[in-house]
């Protein structure tokens, strides 16, 4: 593994494991120390994440029911259906043992954004594949999410070929190290879904009926725009950092401070990432509510950004859903709001968490200056209040049906 033992240092405490303005506690992660296998660092955090049953992620002052009911949305689930049996179908007995998981398998929770070098995941991976098997599973793909969802991951894993290039070749990194899982039997009626676990990239599909809950997902690059290589002219996130930009210079200067959590941008500020299935994260910053008109649409433009990766027909009942709860819609900042400047923002709901933010470097070489740099971005989207990996949907399903 080509790392030095800085740059695992900056990924153990800048990747898996974040701290909210709020200083979220970690006391109950194992403390790395020089001496510690790395990938056993991970295991560990990921195995006492785990010893506490999925509760999801709620603020600590409110409660909310029916939230998120079964009901019938009229768009079909049919194309997803299809595609994950033809996918699975592909695939022998040996693979289909390694990709398939109970619908209730704790395998919805194992996944991380770190590299393959000190993360092992489940599953098969694209590099494994045959190249019929891997065009089922990026049809699997394409009816599951948007044509910009699906760009934006294939993109996403191009970057982690360029880290590989500009890494002498590492194992660490690879554009076919992407890891898909099946939870459940893929059915119209029953509840099922798929995973797709890698380095930058993470996405969780649940599908009961004809509704889908698409999250946790987790989306990010290094290094943002490619220069050289394979890849070169590869660019990412733009729309999401300069939107999110704009939105906060938009607003008025009460409305800013109000918004500032921090004016200064020093760490990596995410904190819904991996192994955070049960944070409390309180509402902060500025309620959306009080915003004019003009201020509401900007900021349902800069949700569909992220909600705009779902397949048409759910991204629309997606964004039905955060509308209803704008009056309890919460956006908040850290950094400046420089054209150039590096900064954290969230968007947070009963319904909804987003989290956008530019992170310290740490696989391009030579160019980590111990700072947060546009050239490095993470992404998260979450359903609160129960809802990741359909959690609450399955529990009511469950309920009705006395599985």
């Given at each position: 593994?080509?790392?030095?033992?800085?740059?695992?240092?900056?990924?153990?405490?800048?990747?898996?494991?974040?701290?909210?303005?709020?200083?979220?506690?970690?006391?109950?992660?194992?403390?790395?120390?020089?001496?510690?296998?790395?990938?056993?660092?991970?295991?560990?955090?990921?195995?006492?994440?785990?010893?506490?049953?999925?509760?999801?992620?709620?603020?600590?002052?409110?409660?909310?029911?029916?939230?998120?009911?079964?009901?019938?949305?009229?768009?079909?689930?049919?194309?997803?259906?299809?595609?994950?049996?033809?996918?699975?179908?592909?695939?022998?007995?040996?693979?289909?043992?390694?990709?398939?998981?109970?619908?209730?398998?704790?395998?919805?929770?194992?996944?991380?954004?770190?590299?393959?070098?000190?993360?092992?995941?489940?599953?098969?991976?694209?590099?494994?594949?045959?190249?019929?098997?891997?065009?089922?599973?990026?049809?699997?793909?394409?009816?599951?999410?948007?044509?910009?969802?699906?760009?934006?991951?294939?993109?996403?894993?191009?970057?982690?070929q360029t880290l590989k290039e500009l890494n002498n070749g590492s194992s660490d990194y690879d554009e076919e190290l992407?890891?898909?899982?099946?939870?459940?039997?893929?059915?119209?009626?029953?509840?099922?879904?798929?995973?797709?676990?890698?380095?930058?990239?993470?996405?969780?599909?649940?599908?009961?009926?004809?509704?889908?809950?698409?999250?946790?997902?987790?989306?990010?690059?290094?290094?943002?725009?490619?220069?050289?290589?394979?890849?070169?002219?590869?660019?990412?996130?733009?729309?999401?950092?300069?939107?999110?930009?704009?939105?906060?210079?938009?607003?008025?200067?009460?409305?800013?401070?109000?918004?500032?959590?921090?004016?200064?941008?020093?760490?990596?500020?995410?904190?819904?990432?991996?192994?955070?299935?049960?944070?409390?994260?309180?509402?902060?910053?500025?309620?959306?509510?009080?915003?004019?008109?003009?201020?509401?649409?900007?900021?349902?433009?800069?949700?569909?950004?992220?909600?705009?990766?779902?397949?048409?027909?759910?991204?629309?009942?997606?964004?039905?859903?955060?509308?209803?709860?704008?009056?309890?819609?919460?956006?908040?900042?850290?950094?400046?709001?420089?054209?150039?400047?590096?900064?954290?923002?969230?968007?947070?709901?009963?319904?909804?968490?987003?989290?956008?933010?530019?992170?310290?470097?740490?696989?391009?070489?030579?160019?980590?200056?111990?700072?947060?740099?546009?050239?490095?971005?993470?992404?998260?989207?979450?359903?609160?209040?129960?809802?990741?990996?359909?959690?609450?949907?399955?529990?009511?399903?469950?309920?009705?049906?006395?599985?």
């Open positions: 593994m080509q790392k030095t033992l800085l740059i695992i240092l900056i990924v153990v405490f800048f990747g898996c494991k974040q701290k909210s303005s709020q200083e979220v506690s970690n006391s109950d992660e194992p403390k790395a120390t020089e001496a510690k296998d790395w990938k056993q660092h991970f295991a560990e955090m990921e195995i006492n994440a785990l010893k506490k049953p999925y509760r999801g992620i709620f603020t600590e002052d409110e409660t909310y029911e029916n939230l998120f009911p079964i009901q019938v949305t009229g768009v079909t689930t049919k194309p997803i259906v299809d595609a994950a049996r033809t996918f699975l179908s592909s695939l022998n007995t040996d693979q289909l043992m390694r990709i398939r998981f109970d619908i209730n398998d704790e395998e919805w929770r194992k996944w991380c954004n770190v590299d393959n070098g000190i993360y092992d995941r489940q599953g098969i991976s694209l590099k494994e594949m045959t190249a019929n098997e891997k065009n089922e599973a990026f049809s699997l793909m394409q009816v599951s999410l948007s044509a910009k969802g699906l760009q934006l991951s294939k993109d996403i894993m191009k970057t982690d992407y890891f898909f899982t099946v939870m459940g039997e893929p059915s119209e009626t029953e509840p099922w879904g798929w995973q797709l676990d890698g380095h930058h990239l993470v996405i969780n599909y649940f599908v009961l009926g004809d509704q889908v809950v698409m999250s946790p997902v987790f989306m990010g690059a290094e290094p943002i725009i490619t220069t050289t290589g394979k890849y070169k002219g590869n660019t990412l996130f733009q729309d999401e950092q300069n939107l999110g930009l704009a939105f906060m210079r938009s607003l008025s200067a009460d409305e800013q401070i109000k918004a500032t959590i921090s004016k200064s941008k020093i760490n990596n500020n995410n904190v819904a990432e991996a192994n955070k299935d049960n944070l409390n994260l309180n509402y902060e910053g500025l309620n959306v509510s009080g915003l004019s008109t003009s201020g509401k649409e900007g900021i349902l433009d800069l949700v569909y950004q992220y909600i705009s990766n779902m397949r048409e027909g759910h991204q629309q009942i997606k964004m039905e859903e955060v509308k209803s709860h704008l009056e309890n819609t919460w956006f908040s900042w850290v950094g400046d709001t420089s054209e150039d400047a590096v900064f954290y923002y969230r968007i947070h709901s009963p319904v909804l968490l987003i989290e956008f933010d530019h992170q310290r470097v740490i696989g391009v070489p030579n160019t980590d200056d111990g700072k947060p740099s546009r050239n490095h971005i993470h992404t998260v989207v979450r359903t609160p209040n129960g809802n990741d990996y359909g959690k609450d949907l399955l529990r009511q399903h469950l309920e009705k049906h006395h599985h």
